[in-house]
């Protein structure tokens, strides 16, 4: 109920609606189709204005994360649908293949068959014929696969006993007509479903996905996935706090999900390592080459969490090792944000982000796509050393934070392409913003012996592809790195997630229009790559690199020469006239990026401050980038010797046009590609108490 006004009380208590629960006043929060109970007490609040409240809430929520929640949900629907279509027929058909293979020795003999009956109380025992294929032999144990999740479960050739405890003997006898019979696989044991992780519906066993929402604070994140995803089965929502985890239960059942949500308490990294730790005792209990006939196993890899997800105050760093282990290493997904904006994508702190990711930041224009290859960096070299390999599925700097989307896979071959895909970057951050960057090492496609295929070679890569100055305004160059280098984003994925928004609800999804416009943004910035000249090979995906990373911003190109800054469709009509291809990125506004290299780039700005903004070139000194840019001083001798004179001749010969119509956005119109602060003081919220 709503509190009522008082005597000089402020506006905080009338806005906010409040219930008694337990004797305790709560206010509830609704967002997606979730209700999360946050302690309020009117009596305190009664003098202090609305936002003070805000900050007085004993359960850490932020409404400005929203978009991060809803993008997470839509994301995992999209991942779940397809590892879940294609988990459930591959297990199928390996086990009636291994089934078959074992019966079918005979040569045209028909192998033996069983009939399958039923009990009087719904227990199947055995007969000589089975039904829809699936072929038992007499006198000999049966491994029958789990459809869903790959976990072997052993029936026993022993009567069954019913629910009353009457023993059931096998019968030879025709399975009367009332029977009913499994359409794809026999019911199975209690044993076969402790192993696996299955719940039944009906007679039909539900695919395994469970989620493990490692930092839940007040379980927001875990209520929205058990009621908005409707093929998970289990979330975990763990916390440090007691505080948070006792209002996780109670969220839980404010919201009716009380069985399918487990809260628990405890170090992130202690509850994701006991998973890797128990996986390991497994493996020394069950043996690697045991025989087949030995019995049952349950396979470890199964026990571990189909999605993962870390959403920390501050960075993730701390949790990648325990969450590589822990999620599933045959397509597992991984959901990571960061809110250390400041190490990532600032030069202020360089030895605190090597630190926590492995490699420097860049300083620039350009510095949040920087932290986003330096956490994707952290990730897939603390992968690599136990032989899995990532895969970016979807990564995204918002507001003040990132959103990655990676899928872990254990694949020690795809590992070796990782230093092939890690970068240094020479960025010229003091001059004119141009950056160069170099493998560690050289992924190179080459011909068989026998000239008909391709394989990949590995070798090192050569000395730094960039001078200590800039060659373009002879500025001082500095080191960035190592960081991926590798694709960003996975196109399929993001169009799953669009071709998905028309069906979702507005009401459930309040940022549903700023993620179709992110996403789009995000679809639309990936150029492709150069034609290659050999054929194509199945491992081309694991050697995939970005060939264009990183943007620029027309202004800061215009601040080095001290000119009026170009508008973008004239900028980009220009590149568009000379055949290049030029996009925008989804970290910042106004924003270009583009396959022309940097000589290009600044001959169009020169016959910009030729054609539309002359300079002043007095004021330029002899020794500053806009002079070397503007090419006011005399031509170096040396370049003219080496040939780079007559390089930058064929370029200043090129005609640039202006043509705002060609660089006119003709995307869908009304996208939000960028989010404007919505209020005062956007960003996070203090840290969450403990007590």
Request: hydrophobic share 30%; net charge neutral; proline share 6%.
């Amino acid at each position: 109920m709503a509190s009522e006004p008082k005597n000089g009380a402020s506006m905080a208590t009338t806005e906010i609606q409040t219930l008694t629960r337990d004797g305790q006043e709560f206010t509830e929060v609704k967002e997606g189709l979730a209700r999360i109970l946050v302690p309020f007490s009117a009596k305190d609040a009664a003098n202090k204005k609305l936002s003070e409240v805000e900050e007085q809430q004993k359960v850490f929520y932020n409404p400005i994360q929203q978009f991060n929640r809803d993008l997470t949900v839509l994301a995992i629907k999209a991942y779940g649908q397809e590892a879940l279509a294609k988990r459930r027929p591959y297990n199928f058909d390996r086990a009636a293949k291994r089934k078959r293979d074992k019966l079918d020795t005979g040569g045209d003999r028909p192998p033996k068959q069983e009939k399958v009956t039923e009990a009087t109380e719904g227990t199947t025992s055995r007969a000589d014929t089975a039904k829809n294929g699936e072929v038992l032999a007499n006198g000999a144990n049966a491994v029958l696969a789990d459809t869903q999740n790959g976990h072997n479960a052993e029936i026993q050739e022993q009567p069954t006993t019913n629910t009353h405890g009457d023993s059931n003997e096998k019968s030879t006898d025709e399975v009367p007509n009332n029977a009913n019979l499994p359409t794809e696989t026999p019911q199975i044991s209690n044993t076969r479903e402790d192993k696996s992780g299955e719940t039944k519906q009906g007679d039909r066993p539900v695919p395994r996905f469970t989620i493990l929402d490692a930092l839940s604070a007040t379980g927001l994140r875990a209520l929205r996935y058990a009621q908005e995803l409707p093929f998970v089965t289990s979330v975990t929502a763990n916390d440090l706090s007691p505080t948070a985890v006792e209002a996780i239960k109670r969220n839980a059942e404010h919201n009716g999900v009380e069985s399918k949500v487990n809260a628990t308490s405890g170090d992130a990294r202690a509850h994701m390592y006991s998973l890797f730790t128990r996986e390991e005792a497994d493996d020394q209990s069950n043996g690697k080459h045991n025989n087949k006939k030995s019995g049952p196993k349950t396979n470890p890899k199964y026990q571990k969490y189909d999605v993962i997800d870390l959403d920390p105050y501050g960075t993730a760093a701390l949790f990648f090792d325990a969450a590589i282990n822990a999620v599933r290493d045959d397509g597992g997904l991984l959901c990571v944000t960061c809110t250390d904006s400041g190490v990532w994508a600032s030069n202020g702190y360089p030895e605190k982000t090597f630190a926590l990711y492995g490699g420097v930041p860049a300083k620039g224009f350009f510095s949040h796509e920087a932290g986003l290859r330096l956490i994707l960096h952290g990730l897939a070299s603390t992968g690599a050393r136990y032989g899995l390999a990532i895969e970016p599925l979807l990564s995204l700097s918002i507001d003040y934070y990132v959103r990655i989307f990676v899928k872990v896979k254990k694949s020690p071959a795809q590992v070796k392409f990782l230093s092939g895909k890690t970068m240094m970057v020479y960025n010229c951050d003091q001059g004119c913003g141009a950056w160069e960057t170099q493998f560690l090492v050289r992924n190179k496609k080459v011909k068989n012996k026998s000239g008909k295929g391709v394989f990949y070679k590995h070798g090192l890569a050569m000395a730094p592809t960039a001078d200590q100055t800039c060659k373009e305004c002879g500025s001082k160059m500095h080191l960035a790195g190592p960081m991926y280098g590798g694709p960003l984003h996975s196109p399929d994925f993001i169009k799953k997630i669009l071709d998905d928004l028309p069906n979702v609800s507005d009401d459930v999804y309040g940022t549903k229009r700023r993620i179709e416009g992110m996403l789009t943004t995000a679809l639309e910035e990936i150029l492709p790559p150069p034609k290659e000249e050999l054929e194509s090979s199945k491992e081309d995906e694991f050697a995939a690199i970005e060939p264009y990373p990183f943007f620029f911003h027309p202004s800061s190109l215009a601040g080095s020469i001290h000119c009026i800054s170009p508008d973008e469709d004239s900028f980009r009509g220009a590149l568009r006239h000379l055949g290049y291809q030029v996009t925008r990125s989804h970290c910042k506004p106004g924003s270009i990026k583009t396959n022309a290299p940097w000589s290009v780039i600044w001959h169009i700005m020169r016959e910009w401050v030729r054609q539309k903004a002359p300079v002043n070139v007095k004021k330029i000194t002899e020794h500053s980038p806009a002079y070397t840019l503007l090419r006011l001083g005399k031509k170096d001798e040396t370049a003219k010797e080496n040939g780079e004179d007559a390089d930058a001749d064929a370029v200043d010969k090129m005609e640039v046009v202006f043509d705002k119509k060609l660089g006119r956005d003709t995307s869908k119109p009304g996208l939000i590609r960028y989010q404007a602060n919505p209020r005062e003081n956007w960003g996070p919220l203090s840290r969450a108490s403990k007590r």
